[in-house]
């Protein structure tokens, strides 16, 4: 397990930035973090099943239908920028 | 003096006209007006209500309720304590809003909270921390402090507040007053702003368990809009609450009483397990023998679900937007630096290592079968017990700023409330007892769906004990 | 291309569902809105919002696995893929990683006079993203989110496809499959199904494969191979000049008929994908899988053999009509309506007046304003005698959405076949006296005038009169 976290790549995976000095302040308090949760990664689990939801049930099923109006005129009052109903960012690159 | 009042006895006064809904609320208005500057417990208050004639006829008749800002509430600012959402009003309302509503509650205001319900005290509030009213230089714990903090100075009867890994019952026991978790999927999270989706439970908080059955039976129950929402008939707590309880037995488990917590705090429990006896419980040793890895566990699987769940906050749809975003990449990175706080930021950080190609399976699923021993520590527990009980913190609230720089020693607060939210159990906080002026919280854990059972046990012991009805002088 | 190189193709090909609503929310999935009209808050990502499942998704998938002799999962859970991008709302893509829903199966294609099988990895179920318009006038990008989380199931191919061809033929089996299945309108103007190619080349007898490269997006059957065959020539000259092959994905640009590589998406792409917290595991019972196979509709391959075999319809009109599902609808209910015509007669008919009509009109067969009861009818009447080949042909014209019925439209067009044996017999007998020539010659042996002599009969009845029985009478005498 390396003792280093890489917090250029996960502050560019989670697009926050992070200046040189806060880069280093986060890292250090992550470091502490990560002593707290290698006592778990350090542990040999493996026969045990992961619980990834407390509860012991099934997905329920919805009927196909459509339940939804056109919202987007009262939805778009809450968007910082739009142009005839479409949401809008800088120029996408392909 | 009306907020001297239980929930029961103001239902039966409105319904006997002694008292209208109007008055009832103008008067929490008031004490709102008053104290909150002092408390700062709500972050939007609601200037007024429309008429409401029928509410005579509901259930709650027009009772007021604060809510946590994490839910959504249509036409109303809903914040989660972010500058990210600061601006925010909600098109829709959260399932628990739309069912309370409908049953005559009145909505007072959104209560304060930690940004995105990540905290301990409320520091990290972006609308600035809130005080604990049995000494304003002290937390009033967190992330729900602001719904403790109001109902604890009786700015509102009662306040719906949410928990993941002790938010409800941990501000609960800093403010001297009740909070229930109750089972995961027993209370819609529809509208619940996320946190950590398999974590997150929404809950009450109120001076008595008898106030809480009440709300909490007209808020639970299936809802077909949330998949992880329980669909199953449960027996209704406010009929049970008086019913005596069958001699329980109460177990406790050596790792909650180790010599870290307060002594204080051991005391008050000793005292609470002197009076349960006295009512006829039986008290027995358990092993919860993983416990010590509950909070490792937590901040592994919390902060992983909540870097996914705090992705949509881009700034494109809703929400905070920064100016400075001259291409797609500073859009994102400006608007969600800008918009969360540190505390927000290093758990999505972690959350994003924990998830990361080559530490999946060291952290994240190594968690989950951790999880799976607490949980299964508990079902092994319950064979031979009905109840757990705990001390639910393991010292007295802090200063404000004590620990603000110190978030591993924050994350410790926790220690004794995680494990019911990694099994998915409910769990109740309830006042047995002071020091210095200072309240403590004993903790309960039920089995699945025997929220009755909580609250039946913490009803009789408040019928035999009175620190749930104390007030801080400043606000009495 | 130089034949000691071999192209090796995977497919992945994205099929979206033809369900009302959408996979995790009640937005309807109707192509062509206005922007954002049917983006609802839960497409939307709004925050506090909860993904619930649409059971006919679940079912489609179901039908999918048992056309392709598949493992149905009896147990299938959702995962989030975690990655920004503008037309992806919540910052993550609900998918799924373990426990697909459909893993293992195969397909059948016929490929240069071949059945070739075509291996099938795994077909999940995920929801789609928006859609950007990039407006460089404006330097920015608009999203339209109407699309956000419609169905798709997205089918993964073995590299199983060794030519451009071969993969097209794949594709267009995929697109005839899940149409028949009336899982997916197969639509492909409106992006009903898209795919990925996966391509890379190898020396012939070697069988390491290659380093692949990805081509998205290519939603015709013609830009497929088109681009699968630059792509691989691409790749053949970089390796004959002693490079290598970098691992990327690209894009197919028609205009400039080559590819190129994409930038941006995503680079460096962990997408940190874990169980959705949202979603609990779906479980598929034996019961429900049961239910589905019952109600499966005939696949195409099986079509194709029983029109062989039992109706005795040759390898080509068998393909023609197996491979149109509107066409093979229509044809089949003809034959329960017949009373008179063999299905090789009302094949013959569909194939070629039918199929004219419908081509004219530029619709499909279910588009058409006949009813196969209607057609029958008046192929009966043909079979009959009652009409000529030719009334028959103009009456399925007058039919065709028309209110009238067929005898009043025979009627009001003066249609009567005159079968009549007396009065045929008459007019036969007046035309032989009019044409005693021709009616010398053939007494006399000559087989050939016959045909001048029939002409000249259904001439004078314009048309009408039962060619057969002409030619019969005119026989005896």
Known sequence: MSQNIDIKALSYLAKISLDEDESL??????????????????????????????????????????????????????APETIDGYYVVPQVVD | MLHHLSIKELITSLSEKKLS???????????????????????????????????????????????????????????????????????????????????????????????????????????????NPWDLKLVPGGSSGGSASAVAARLAPIATATDTGGSIRQPAAFCGVTGLKPTYGMISRFGMIAFASSLDQAGFIAPSAEDIAIFYDLASGYDPKDSTSINEQVASTTKN???????????????????HADPNILNAIKQAVNQFEKMGAKIIDIDLKNSHLNVPTYYIIAPAEASSNLSRFDGVRYGHRSEDSESLQSLYANTRSEGFGDEVKRRILIGSYVLSAGFYDAYYIKALRVRRLIANDYKEAFKKVDLILSPTTPNLPFAIGEKSNDPIS???????????????????????????????????????????LLLNAVNHFQKETDFHQQIPQEFD | MKSNWEIVIGLEIHVQLNTASKIFSGSSTDFGAKPNSQASIIDLGYPGVLPVLNQSVIEKAIKFGLATDAKISRKTIFSRKNYFYPDLPKGYQISQLELPIVQEGYVEINFNEEIKKIRITRAHLEEDAG?????????????????????????????DMRSAAEASSYMKYVHLLVTY???????????????????????????????????KNLNSFRFIEKAIEIEAQRQIEILDSGGTITQETRLFDEEKQETRSMRSKEEANDYRYFPDPDLLPVVISEELIKSIQQSMPELPNQKNKRYINEYQLDQNDAARIANDFDLATFFESSINHSKHASPKQLANWLLGKLSNMVNEKNIS?????????????????????????????????????????IEDLITEHNMSQISDTQELSDLVDKIL?????????????????????????????????????????????
């Open chain 1, 25 to 78: 302040a986060v890292q250090e308090k992550l470091l502490d973090i990560k002593k707290i949760i290698d006592e778990v990664a350090n542990l040999e689990l493996d026969s045990i099943e992961p619980l990834y939801n407390p509860l012991d049930r099934e997905q329920v099923l919805r009927p196909d239908e459509v339940t939804e109006k056109d919202q987007s005129s009262e939805l778009q009052k809450n």
């Open chain 2, 21 to 131: 809904y109007e008055e009832l609320f103008s008067y929490y208005q008031e004490r709102i007006q008053k104290f909150n500057p002092k408390l700062n417990a709500f972050i939007s208050v609601n200037e007024s209500f429309l008429d409401q004639d029928s509410i005579i006829e509901t259930k709650l008749k027009g009772i007021p309720i604060a809510h946590k800002d994490i839910f959504c509430m249509k036409g109303h600012l809903t914040t989660c304590g972010s500058k990210m959402l600061a601006n925010f009003k909600s098109p829709y309302d959260a399932t628990i809003i739309t069912r309370l509503a409908s049953a005559g509650a009145l909505t007072l205001g959104k209560t304060n909270m930690d940004e995105f319900a990540m905290g301990s005290s409320n520091e990290t509030s972006f609308f600035g921390p809130c005080k």
């Open chain 2, 241 to 259: 609450l008086d019913q005596k309880p069958n001699a329980l037995t109460i177990g406790i488990a050596k790792s909650s009483l180790d010599k």
């Open chain 2, 410 to 452: 924050m994350y410790h607060n926790d220690a004794y409330t995680i494990g019911a939210n990694l099994a998915g159990l409910p769990a109740i906080s309830f006042p047995i007892g002071f020091h210095n002026g200072l309240p403590i919280g004993g903790h309960f854990v039920a089995q699945h769906l025997r929220e009755d």
């Open chain 3, 131 to 159: 859609k950007s318009i990039h407006d460089s006038s404006l330097g920015k990008s608009k999203i339209d989110l109407n699309r956000a989380g419609t169905p798709l199931l997205e089918i993964v191919s073995e590299p």
């Open chain 3, 181 to 215: 299945l009336g899982i997916c309108d197969g639509n492909l103007q409106e992006g009903s199904l898209r795919c990925d190619a996966n391509v890379s080349v190898k020396p012939r007898e070697s069988k390491k494969l290659g380093t692949r490269t990805e081509i």
């Open chain 3, 365 to 405: 067969f279910s588009k058409l304003k006949l009813s196969p009861v209607d057609v029958s009818s008046i192929i009966d009447l043909y079979i009959l005698g009652n009409l000529s080949q030719k009334q028959a042909g103009e009456l399925l014209e007058y039919k065709h959405g028309s209110e009238a019925s």
């Open chain 3, 433 to 477: 006296k009019e044409n005693q020539v021709q009616f010398d010659e053939f007494k006399s042996g000559n087989d050939k005038v016959i045909g001048y002599l029939i002409g000249k009969v259904m001439q004078a009845s314009k048309g009408k009169a039962n060619p057969k029985l002409v030619k019969e009478i005119i026989e005896s005498k």
